[in-house]
T-cell receptor, first 116, second 117 residues
């Protein structure tokens, strides 16, 4: 399998612009997660989906952030409008589901976002 | 609330030394899962191990071993005969139960390991 695929790998944008990050999970995985990694806050879970349905978005920092999963093989994380403090590495991860448990998550290579 | 503490921010060793990375967790759940991930300089996060709270057996995989002790809420990771390729940031993570199950991971701050030739 190709693993979790994220695009773009790097994104540089100006404050106020809309940014869309994309993710293709591993085929067959029914959970998808979006994380953000910064030096100050470490790895934070933003939102996760189960069978394309958002389960927990309590980590989404503000209304400027939104995420969708229109089908089992694609998800987007959108920031509109972007701000310099959104600069971070954004990871997408996917996993199988386990009733009453948790399987390991497999991470994509990340998107390094820089907002100037 | 769930919490993962990796008290060692950075560790520096010389090749072939053994090194132990500490992980202490806090949870009120009786069922939980613990994980270790490796983040090499290239940036991706690589899964190393998953452990559930009912299995306290230690695990060995090549030069890697893990010691899980519920009595001290610790899940420590030891690399034997370290190599330069082991240089990375290592994260310990704890699953947090919510309405969706146990899929929410709480990560520690990470330990940066530098192995010098």
């Amino acid at each position: 399998d190709a693993g979790v695929i994220q695009s773009p790998r790097h994104e540089v944008t100006e404050m106020g612009q809309e940014v869309t990050l994309r993710c293709k999970p591993i085929s067959g995985h029914d959970y998808l997660f979006w994380y953000r990694q910064t030096m100050m806050r470490g790895l934070e879970l933003l939102i996760y989906f189960n069978n394309n349905v958002p389960i927990d978005d309590s980590g989404m920092p503000e209304d400027r952030f939104s995420a969708k999963m229109p089908n089992a093989s694609f998800s987007t994380l959108k920031i509109q409008p972007s701000e310099p403090r959104d600069s971070a590495v954004y990871f997408c991860a996917s996993s199988f589901g386990l009733a009453g448990g948790a399987y390991e998550q497999y991470f994509g290579p990340g998107t390094r976002l820089t907002v100037t | 609330a769930q919490k993962v503490t990796q008290a060692q921010t950075e560790i520096s060793v010389v090749e072939k030394e053994d090194v132990t990375l500490d992980c202490v967790y806090e949870t009120r759940d009786t069922t939980y899962y613990l994980f270790w991930y490796k983040q090499p300089p290239s940036g991706e996060l690589v899964f190393l191990i998953r452990r559930n709270s009912f299995d306290e057996q230690n695990e060995i995989s090549g030069r890697y071993s893990w010691n899980f002790q519920k009595s001290t809420s610790s899940f420590n990771f030891t690399i034997t005969a370290s190599q330069v390729v082991d240089s990375a940031v290592y994260f310990c993570a704890l699953s947090e139960s919510d309405t969706g199950g146990y899929n929410k991971l709480i990560f520690g701050a990470g330990t940066r390991l530098a192995v010098h030739p």
